[in-house]
């Protein structure tokens, strides 16, 4: 077994169109970019976030009944993650200026897609990810290997509840807290604020980005052949 760990970039296209779930170019862009990782975008769920809870930390366990969904049709349900055991099954996850977490426990061969926004980190999500597998899946946070997006730097992006620091530095604090060893976290520091290689919502929204668009992440469980 292997593990895959990917993230696109402006040149993979827009994973994620809001208002427009459907849009075949964001399919298309999908396909293309999980098949360049040899994965099947029918084997993959989406985690879908909305907005409109009080809850950001919701974290659901996904089986094969799950495999495609959210992926080249409307999701059925939402979720802050997604945890599954199963093998060749993929964990997709679109982002705007929040940071992805992909999670590897290699112990008990489980696999988390984590949603880091602001309003999650805000309500402790980077330290409730790990203690979910922790106190559901016999996780030993300090054998998890830890995957993190690029995210926009505190410069452009702060957290304003929470001493206007940065994404990134709370999601530290937080993983450590919860028992991951720094070592185990392969951080992406890309600046979506200033590195085009990304999208970036905000920089969009303020005139700084002729175009908007989503980039995505995405891990999975790879059977040996």
């Not at 996904?62 to 080249?72: A, E, H, Q, T, Y």
């Not at 946070?141 to 997006?149: A, G, I, K, R």
């Not at 989503?214 to 999975?220: K, L, S, Y």
Request: with cysteine.
């Amino acid at each position: 077994m292997s593990i895959i760990v990917a993230i696109s970039k402006v040149n993979d296209g827009n994973m994620l169109i809001r208002d427009d779930k459907l849009n075949p170019d964001v399919i298309n862009n999908r396909k293309s970019f999980l098949d360049k990782n040899d994965i099947d975008i029918l084997r993959t769920t989406k985690v879908s976030t909305v907005y409109d809870t009080d809850d950001y930390c919701r974290y659901i366990e996904v089986s094969r009944n799950k495999l495609g969904d959210g992926m080249i049709d409307v999701e059925t349900f939402s979720s802050d993650a997604l945890i599954t055991k199963d093998l060749d099954h993929a964990l997709f996850l679109p982002i705007a200026d929040c940071i992805g977490a992909a999670i590897f426990d290699p112990i008990n061969n489980t696999i988390m897609m984590t949603h880091l926004g602001r309003q999650n980190l805000e309500q402790n999500g980077g330290y409730k990810s790990i203690r979910h597998l922790v106190d559901n899946f016999n996780a030993d946070p300090s054998e998890l290997l830890v995957w993190l997006t690029p995210a926009p730097g505190v410069e452009s992006y702060p957290v304003f509840s929470l001493s206007n620091r940065s994404l990134k530095s709370i999601a530290h604090e937080q993983l450590l807290s919860a028992g991951v060893i720094l070592k185990n976290i392969n951080d992406n520091t890309a600046d979506t604020s200033s590195n085009v290689e990304y999208f970036s919502h905000s920089e969009f929204l303020k005139g700084n980005r002729s175009s908007d668009g989503r980039f995505a992440i995405v891990i999975m469980m790879k059977k040996e052949d």
